[in-house]
């Protein structure tokens, strides 16, 4: 599975943003998807991950209600919409592939930079 993450940007404080990742391979379906992030000088922490059907989500504490992840099985993308963005969710970010719910990544891709202004 290869993934191209895509949607970062600079936005002010408050604003919103959708990350897209669109998956290559026919074997999309198959995989958890899920949303990374790494800003600087800190490690890498899972944002959001969603299951092969999308009926299960799981959000990191600091997201939850302002973050929603969603995929699209015939695209073969998943999405992060963010809104009421904070300076603290600068970071880049990355999506990346599951094989189990809580299973580290199996595929990653490259990261999308997200720039929020105070």
């Known amino acids: 599975v290869q993934l191209q993450a895509s949607g970062g940007g600079l936005v002010q404080a408050g604003g919103s943003l959708r990350l897209s990742c669109a998956a290559s391979?026919?074997?999309?379906?198959?995989?958890?998807m899920g949303w990374f992030r790494q800003a600087p000088g800190k490690e890498r922490e899972t944002v959001a991950r969603?299951?092969?059907?999308?009926?299960?989500?799981y959000y990191v504490d600091s997201v939850k209600g302002r973050f929603s992840i969603s995929r699209d099985m015939i695209k073969n993308t998943v999405y992060l919409q963010m809104n009421s963005l904070k300076p603290e969710d600068t970071a880049v970010y990355y999506c990346?592939?599951?094989?189990?719910?809580?299973?580290?990544?199996?595929?990653w891709g490259k990261g999308t930079l997200v720039t929020v202004s105070s």
């Open positions: 990346a592939a599951m094989s189990t719910f809580a299973s580290d990544p199996v595929y």
């Open positions: 391979g026919r074997t999309f379906n198959n995989y958890v």
């Open positions: 969603i299951s092969q059907g999308g009926a299960r989500t």
